[in-house]
C-alpha cells in the first residue's frame, strides 16, 4: 500500500548529517526502492509504514505537536494509511484552554492549514506517551489486550519511517520531563527488531537539540538516519505566531515539510534536488 510514494517520500526527506548502517555507500541510492509494484516484491519491499512521535507536553511545546502533524499530513498525502501509521502525542493542543483557535493546530501564523482537521488518528495521547510504550511498539512486546491500532504491524518486507520530535540532549530525548529514551534504549529496540525480522529497512528522523546523538549507538543493517542537529548543537524553532504566543514549527522540520509540498505521489524528484534545497536556503 503506497510503496510507490513512500519510496519516493523517504529518499527525499534527507536533509542534513546522514549516517548509514549497511553495506555501503550504494545502499543510499536505493534504500527506499521505487518502481512498479512487481520490482517491489521481487525486491521484498511489499509494505510501508511510519511511527510519529512528539514526546513533549505543555503550551509552550506547541510547537513539537506542530511538527508531527506536518509529518502526518505528508506521509498520509503520499499514501500511507492510517492503519499503517502509529502516532504518539503527549498533548492535546487542539483543547488547550489557551489556543484561541479552538480544535485547531496550526504551523504557521497565517493559519490556512489546520494540521489537526477532521481527519486524524491519534493512537497513544497523553501520559500513554512514555519510553515504555514507545518501545514496545517498536519490538511489538505488547499486552496481550493492546489493540491493533496501536502495533506496529510490520515484518520482514517493511519499509518503515520513525519521526521523533521534542527536548533532547547527548544521547537522550525526554519524553513528558519525567523520563528519556537514549541512544541505547534505541539501539537496542532496533536489534530487536532486526533479530525478529520486523523490518527491512528503517529510515530514522529526529528533530531535537543534539539530535545526531540519537543514533551514535546504531549498529543492526539497513538503518538510514539523520537528525536536525549536531553534538553540543541547538535545534530551533522556525517562527512564532503572535496571536498564540508560542513557536509553532522548528526550522528542520518546517523547510523539510516546505519542500515536500512541491512533491506529488508519483513524482520523479530526487535527493540531489533537496539537498540543493537546503543549500539555498540555509
Known sequence: ??????????????????????????????????????????????????????????????????????????????????????????DDMACNARNSWAGQIFNNENHKLNLY??????????YEVNVENFLR???????KDTPRSKRLLSDANSNILVYMTGHGGDQFLKFQDVEEVSSHDLADAFEQMHSKRRYREIFFMVDTCQANTLY?????PNILAIG?????????????DIALGVSVIDRFTHHTLEYFEKVQPHSNLTLEQLVWFRKEIV
Open 1 to 90: 500500500m503506497g510503496g510507490k510514494s513512500f519510496g519516493i517520500l523517504i529518499c527525499l526527506f534527507i536533509i542534513s548529517i546522514i549516517i548509514v548502517v549497511c553495506e555501503g555507500n550504494e545502499k543510499v541510492e536505493s534504500f527506499f526502492s521505487r518502481g512498479d509494484s512487481a520490482a517491489k516484491a521481487a525486491d521484498g519491499h511489499t509494505n510501508n509504514w511510519a511511527v510519529l512521535v512528539c514526546s513533549s507536553r505543555f503550551w509552550f511545546n506547541y510547537r513539537h505537536i506542530a511538527n508531527v502533524l506536518g509529518i502526518y499530513r505528508t506521509v498520509k498525502r503520499l499514501g500511507i494509511p492510517d492503519s499503517q501509521i502509529i502516532m504518539m502525542l503527549a
Open 137 to 143: 511498539v517498536l519490538t511489538g512486546r505488547h499486552d
Open 117 to 126: 482537521g477532521e481527519n486524524i488518528e491519534v493512537d497513544y495521547r497523553g
Open 216 to 220: 551514535k549507538q546504531f549498529h543492526s
Open 228 to 240: 536536525s542537529s549536531r553534538y553540543k548543537e541547538n535545534s530551533y524553532s522556525h517562527h512564532t
